[in-house]
């Protein structure tokens, strides 16, 4: 629930036998509805499956999930395998997107094929789930993060996201030019990918939500490296942040993340577009235990981003709102 937004009250607390039965029934309804939304993948990987690789240019992969597949939870779209997916070629993937209402979508760092996609398909399943048609197509960007956690797989993910906006820039201004809107949702270090691509190809979003951004909390101000960032987000910029993050909080070096407490305050007041939203009571490691696993679930607090119904029922509420506050709690 929402602390500021009375139509969540309909919702019953989550541990309770309502919410579950609630839960359960919005999500056959979403799941009805799969087929009609398009579901497309741009894959930026050496060789398809490559986890620290990224393409050469002109060899982007250009495809759709077999929603056959995502309507069953399948496991082959966890494993290296092109039965889950099928090509377009580019005048396709242009007419997927002609006039529609279009979302990317870009997960982490750590993200092998099979990690990557499950923040894909949980970020999908989620938009089905907890939200009513806010868009008709959305794109699964999945790009070589590495497959590991420490220090060295930080770096040589850090250089492939750079090296991936690259790729994705003159894509994502072609969809711009041709859609009816754009926005984009990132997680963790894809936040990166982004203002790289902002910052190099001047690709505007109508619309941004950054979960957990790895960001430094300073550096959309002004003469800061990404300070272009928020005035090429056209509508409103949100910053999905909580101190419980496991990914943020074992370091005080790490707490200069932006995905650990947001901007800081007196910065934030300069931007009247951006919505800095505390998720500290629903991300954190006691909520996270609590969460029922199977294959798609997310191995960590941090990647719980992708199917927090909190976030994503906050989405829909402000779906169309043009007054916002800047910071709101999540509860």
Not at 42 to 67: K, S, W
Not at 153 to 172: C, D, E, T, V
């Amino acid at each position: 629930m929402i602390s500021t937004f009375n139509q969540f009250t309909l919702f019953a607390p989550a541990n309770s036998g309502m919410y579950k039965r609630f839960t359960f029934l919005f999500f056959l309804l979403g799941f009805g509805s799969l087929h009609g939304q398009d579901f497309l993948l741009l894959n930026l990987r050496a060789d398809l499956f490559h986890t620290t690789q990224v393409c050469l240019p002109g060899d982007e992969f250009y495809g759709q999930f077999d929603m056959d597949m995502v309507h069953d939870s399948s496991s082959v779209l966890l494993h290296n395998n092109e039965a889950a997916f099928s090509a377009l070629t580019l005048d396709e993937w242009n007419a997927r997107v002609e006039g529609k209402r279009v979302l990317f979508v870009v997960h982490g760092m750590a993200k092998g094929w099979s990690e990557a996609n499950k923040d894909l398909c949980n970020v999908y399943w989620s938009l089905q789930q907890y939200t009513t048609d806010l868009y008709d197509v959305v794109i699964g960007v999945s790009w070589p993060g590495d497959s590991y956690l420490g220090v060295s797989p930080y770096f040589r993910a850090n250089r492939q996201s750079l090296k991936a906006a690259k790729l994705m820039g003159p894509i994502a201004n072609n969809i711009e030019a041709r859609a009816q809107s754009m926005d984009i949702m990132t997680h963790s270090m894809g936040s990166k990918v982004m203002s790289k691509m902002i910052k190099r190809d001047r690709v505007h979003f109508d619309h941004a939500y950054l979960l957990a951004p790895s960001i430094l909390r300073n550096s959309m101000k002004p003469l800061k490296r990404w300070r272009k960032t928020i005035s090429h987000i056209d509508s409103r910029l949100f910053i999905f942040h909580s101190n419980g993050d496991w990914a943020f909080n074992w370091t005080a070096m790490q707490h200069l993340g932006l995905g650990y407490q947001g901007m800081r305050a007196r910065n934030s007041k300069r931007y009247a577009r951006v919505t800095q939203v505390n998720c500290d009571q629903v991300i954190n490691q006691k909520v996270y235990s609590h969460i029922r696993r199977n294959a798609f679930s997310s191995r960590s607090n941090h990647s719980y981003y992708t199917q927090c119904p909190e976030v994503f029922h906050y989405i829909q509420s402000v779906a169309n709102s043009q007054q916002l506050p800047a910071r709101i709690v999540l509860q």
